[in-house]
Each structure stands twice: as structure tokens, then as C-alpha cells.
């Protein structure tokens, strides 16, 4: 049984499912529906060719407490009425969380419980500040199987008294996602019908509750955002939380268009679909994020990155890959400078190589095999 929240589970499950497919192994999907508007959810499902969910939970947002619960509480029944060998978490997410404190108290009626796996295990950015901190240490806690995506993880979970037995660095799955629809995301004709075809520009996600929640954290970093403007177009995809804190605070961006393909300028978008996105992305001079898989995809696709936090928990992008932290909102106009005045630095870490979720499947069934 593999689980499915939010968007960027969407690109993890996807590489799984695929790996299930071609080893003949009998999966079922359950979305939470943590994620649920067509642009974060149902666009990522026919452009990721995830098939349609066995189970669909439907629980939307809420607090942390009120949508971790409700997921609980909608898990639960369908977990034992499907009774799985596994339960295959993913990320770092609400949904992540909850169904791992779900599958690991689960007793089967024959005494039996189901086997808990963790994809993408191990990540710390030591910051507790992040609600994605306590979901990836507590489920990393409670899972039997800890799948690894880079060297970082594995060196957290030995110094946190997890049995190495239990853990197993296999590779990236969300960039198996990426190499497989690389070439259709490449043919996208997002850049051309922006404007942006054969031109130098940028591209921006932020949606982190540290930088967008508060006036004093979004409004310096759109300023700084708007300066880079000046020198190339720069492209905020931005995420419902995003949108919705600008306009609660009077944060006006135009919408992209012919003069800002031209002139230059900070424009805003919504979320964009998965194929678009790394079609931009593969062409951008530079991109300027807070999300984690975003750092990841650029060291894969060798696309300069400033990760706009003061932490990451994916080291291996800034140790081996393009990645840049820039820690304060001051340095982004000189670490934007810095970037595109040097080389195109960065190497592919090692098992980013598009057979990750093969691994994965392969270590589960092993271990399904030896239980
Ligand atoms: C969640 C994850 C985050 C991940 C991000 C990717 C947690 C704690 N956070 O953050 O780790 O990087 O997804 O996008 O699990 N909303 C919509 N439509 C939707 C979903 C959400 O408009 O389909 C809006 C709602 O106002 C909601 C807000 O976004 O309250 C936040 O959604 P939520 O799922 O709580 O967290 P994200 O910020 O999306």
C-alpha cells in the first residue's frame, strides 16, 4: 500500500508505482487528499500517469493537529480492511506522518502487522522551526525499513540508533520521475508561450510558513526578487499558501506577459503542471526556491539553485551539486551575481540515476521475503 499526499509525494509514488508495474508487484494507492486542487493534485496524476487512488481520503487542509488526525482517523479502516504486507510512506509531509503512526500501532486480526517502509528516510535539517523536521524524525522512528536517498541520510539515522540493518541507501526516486519524462517536459511549449524562448530568465517557487507567512519575511525577499527582476525575467510559481499570503499582505505582481518577457520584471503565476515546470526549470539560467525536491531536480538537470533557507536537509546538492544556501535575505543580489558570473558547477550524486525505485521495490521484497 503506498501513500499519497501532497505534491510532492505525487512525483515519488509516481516513480514507485512504476518500478511495482515492471517487477509484477500488486500495489494499492490511497490519496489523503491533503493536496486536492486540480493544480496541485488531479494535473500531476494524469501528467505523472499515477493511476486513479483504491482509496481516496479526502481530508483537505487544516491545522497541523486537525489534518494529522483526520487522516488518522480515515487511514485506519482502510489499512485493515485492506490488510497490506507493506505500508510505503513517502517525504515528509502531514500525510506522511499520519499514516505511519497509523501503520506502525496496526495489528492484524491474525496477530500479524503490516511492515513499514520509509522512502526518502533519513533527511535532517536539524531545524525543529519546520514542521517537516518532526515528520521525518518520527516517522524515520517508527518505520522498520529506512530507504535512503543520499549519503547524508544514512550517516542521521546511524547517529539517531536506528539498526543499520534497517537502512538502505537505494537512490533518489523522485528523479527517476524526472529522467523518465525529462524529454516529454523538454518538448513542452511552456518557455515559448511565456515569451521566454531563447532568452535568459529565472524561476522562483516559495512556499515555506517561514518565508511567506509573515510581511516581514516575504515582503524584503519579493523586493530582492524584484531587483533580480531587473536583470532577467524572473517567473514566481506560486503556490496557493503563497498567493494567498500576498494578497493578505498587498503583495501586487503582474501577471507574465510580452513586456515582461522583454523588459524584465518579478511575474507571478500559479502552480504550474509537472512537465511545464521542468521544462522551464531545464531551460532557466537560475532558479530561486525553498523546496526541497526543487534542489534536488537542479542538481540533476545541472541548473544553478539558490535555496532561499538558512538549512537544507538535502546536503548532497550543495556538497556535490549546484545548490547554493543563501542564509539571509541580503545575499541573494550577490549570490545571484556570484552564480551567473562563474562556471555551471555541480555533478549527479551517486544512484540518481532513474533505477531508484527499482532498488526500492527490490529492498522491500527482500525484506518481505526474510519476515
Ligand atoms: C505541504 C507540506 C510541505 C510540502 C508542500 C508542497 C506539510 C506540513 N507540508 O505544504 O512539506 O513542501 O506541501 O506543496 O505537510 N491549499 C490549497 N489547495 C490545496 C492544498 C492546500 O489551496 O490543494 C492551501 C490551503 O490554504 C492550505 C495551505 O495551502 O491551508 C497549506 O496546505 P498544507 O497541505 O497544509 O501545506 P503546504 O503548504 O501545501
Redesign the pocket.
Known sequence: MVIA????NFVKVAALLHACRELEVRACLVHTG????KD??DVFFDQLEIPRPDHSLGV???S?AG?TARIMAAFEPVLLAERPRAVVVV??????LACSLVASKAVYPDGTRPFLVHVEAGLRSFDRTM??ET?RVVTDHVSDLLLVSEPSGEANLIREGIDPDKVRLVGNVMIDTLRRLEGRARQTRAAEDLGLAGKRFGLVTL???SNVDKAESLGPLIRALERIGQEMPLLLAA???TG?AMERQGLALAQPGPEWAEKGGLARSGPLPYLDFIGLMARAAIVLTD???IQEETTALGVPCLTLRPNTERPVTVDQGTNILVTRTEEIIPSFRKVMSGPRPGRVPDKWDGRAALRAVRAILDRLEKN
Open positions: 499526499g501532497a505534491r510532492p491533503q493536496h486536492y486542487d496541485l493534485s483537505g487542509s487544516g497541523h489534518q517525504g515528509d509531509v502531514n500525510s506522511t514542521p517537516e515528520n512556499h515555506r510558513p503556490h496557493p499558501r494567498q523546496s526541497g525536491g
